[in-house]
């Protein structure tokens, strides 16, 4: 795509026509490979889109419930639940929520050395991603904890523990599929 | 049963784009079939642009470049033109680092004005290679980016850190003096 310059003149484009390629006198792969070899290691995740998408996927979901949720609770209520840090350990599950704790639980413990196999901006990504989680659990965890008849809440925390795990999941099937 | 007619509306991905995703993930055997099929033209445009003591080394730098920043090529564009602009923009940067853009278009603008009015010696004759490369290097450049790649003035602009005005004053006079090396014959 040329531009408003002035037309080459006809000696010119006709040696421009014959340029060609050449390659390097020597084969520089035999420099280039060990030089990728050091850079990337092994087994680390590349696939950051599928993780990435699973892990937006979850908070979207967790958030919008969250806020649908919230919104519905009675207003002294809401403040409780929003200024609360209560960390998921300290709250007495249900039976299902704890086999599900259980299950995020043992994939965080497979994960922890996995996740130092990635790339740093992929790490970042997955652990802001279920920071945002661990904060939505937390909320559910304490709404459940203040109104225990809550139906609702219940279910609200039972399935952001589930999308938690799904997002775990996800990131253990692609950490397993690389290495 | 085996299929012996293409399968109509299923979309297709090219070997080069399939070698770039494995390459992605990790897979030196396909990052070296990609190498194999672009050395030459990258190769080329390192000694054209930078000149031939440089080339094998930048070179080297723009696949590991390319390895590094594979994740995300995402294949909107074929994998040659981003590699290529890769090559164009490790060259630059090379370039910047070496030396002040100001100062280099300094030497350039004297380089060709010596360039347009000395003619090579009568017999001597110059492909369009040789004079390339007796051009000022910043001058060179923005012929190689504009009439051989085919690049705007805006782009070129860009990518030095100038404005089109400069681009295109710079190339006039590098086309002078091409054509005045190339006609001493």
Do not use: C
Not at chain 1, 59 to 72: D, E, K, N
Not at chain 1, 130 to 145: F, G, K, M, T
Not at chain 2, 9 to 34: K, M, N, Q, S, Y
Request: proline share 5%.
């Amino acid at each position: 795509m040329h531009d408003d310059t002035e037309p080459l003149d006809p000696v010119l484009r006709e040696a421009i026509t014959n340029l060609r390629d050449t390659p390097p006198a020597s084969d520089l792969w035999a420099t280039i490979a060990p030089r990728l070899s050091m850079r990337r290691p092994k087994g680390s995740i590349l696939l950051r889109w599928p993780a990435a998408l699973a892990a937006g996927v979850a908070i979207a979901l967790v958030s919008a419930g969250g806020t649908h949720y919230l919104m519905r609770v009675q207003p002294t209520t809401r403040a409780a639940v929003t200024s609360t840090t209560t960390p998921v350990t300290t709250v007495a599950y249900s039976a299902a929520d704890s086999t599900l704790e259980s299950a995020i639980r043992q994939l965080e413990g497979s994960l922890r050395s996995t996740m130092a196999q990635l790339d740093a901006p992929t790490r970042q990504g997955i652990s802001r991603s279920l920071d945002v989680l661990d904060r939505a659990i937390a909320e559910a965890a304490a709404r459940r904890a203040s109104a225990p008849d809550d139906l609702r809440a219940e279910n609200y925390l039972t399935n952001t523990l589930r999308k938690k795990l799904g997002v775990l999941r996800t990131v253990s099937t692609l950490t397993a599929r690389q290495s | 049963m085996t299929l012996t007619t293409p399968l109509v509306g299923v979309p297709t991905i090219d070997r080069e784009t399939l070698d770039a995703r494995h390459a992605a993930g990790g897979d030196e055997a396909a990052f070296e079939r990609l190498y194999r099929r672009h050395v030459a033209r990258i190769h080329t445009l390192t000694r054209r642009m930078a000149g031939p003591d440089k080339a094998d080394e930048i070179t080297q730098d723009v696949f590991v470049r390319a390895w590094d920043k594979l994740p995300t090529f995402r294949a909107e564009s074929a994998f040659g033109t981003w590699l290529y602009r890769l090559a164009v923009n490790v060259v630059l940067s090379r370039r910047r680092s070496e030396r002040s853009e100001r100062a280099a278009l300094l030497d350039d603008d004297s380089a060709l004005e010596y360039q347009t009015a000395k003619h090579a010696p009568a017999g001597m004759r110059l492909d369009l290679e040789h004079a390339m490369a007796k051009l000022p290097e910043g001058a060179r450049q923005i012929f190689i980016l504009h009439d051989v790649e085919g690049w705007t003035h805006e782009e070129i602009a860009e990518q030095l850190g100038l404005v089109p005005g400069t681009s295109k004053s710079q190339l006039s006079r590098a086309r002078a003096a091409l054509r005045s090396m190339l006609d001493a014959r």
